[in-house]
């Protein structure tokens, strides 16, 4: 799955990012994105953190089939007003990764809550946010 074909992440433009890059998705440099401050709408700082954290679990687990992800909370911290392109990356310890693995196989179903910060081009953080998944098998 390419998290900027979901219908709405294509309407509102999200772009990939090179896994060498760190990043995992952006948001381009649009008047479209701005709110009554000049500065990127907060709708679209959340929505770059979101698909952000679909990215790090599609590169993470994306190769394990049978299962669904669902989001089922959001908690985001606004640091800094944003302007420009705004891109999403995460880093999580692999010890962290491999136990969300081996819950996944043992229990069928996991909760996964992924720290992500959100930076505009200057690499200034402008949101930090933690997306909870909730990933289980299909039955």
Not at 8 to 30: C, H, M, R
Not at 39 to 60: N, Q
């Amino acid at each position: 799955m390419d998290v900027c074909q979901v219908p709405f992440n294509q309407l509102i433009g999200l772009e990939p990012e090179d896994t060498a890059s760190g990043l995992l998705i952006s948001l381009p440099e649009s008047p479209r994105y701005q709110n009554h401050l000049g500065t990127i709408h907060g709708s679209a700082l959340l929505a770059v953190a979101e698909a952000g954290s679909g990215v790090f679990l599609l590169r993470h687990f994306g190769q394990w089939q049978g299962f669904v992800p669902v989001v089922r909370r959001l908690e985001a911290k606004f640091r800094r007003p944003a302007s420009g392109r705004i891109s999403s990356r995460c880093s999580i310890p692999r010890e962290v990764a491999d136990r969300w693995s081996s819950e996944l196989m043992a229990r069928g179903r996991v909760s996964a809550s992924i720290p992500i910060e959100v930076i505009d081009s200057k690499s200034v953080v402008v949101v930090s946010a933690a997306v909870e998944w909730f990933i289980t098998r299909i039955s």
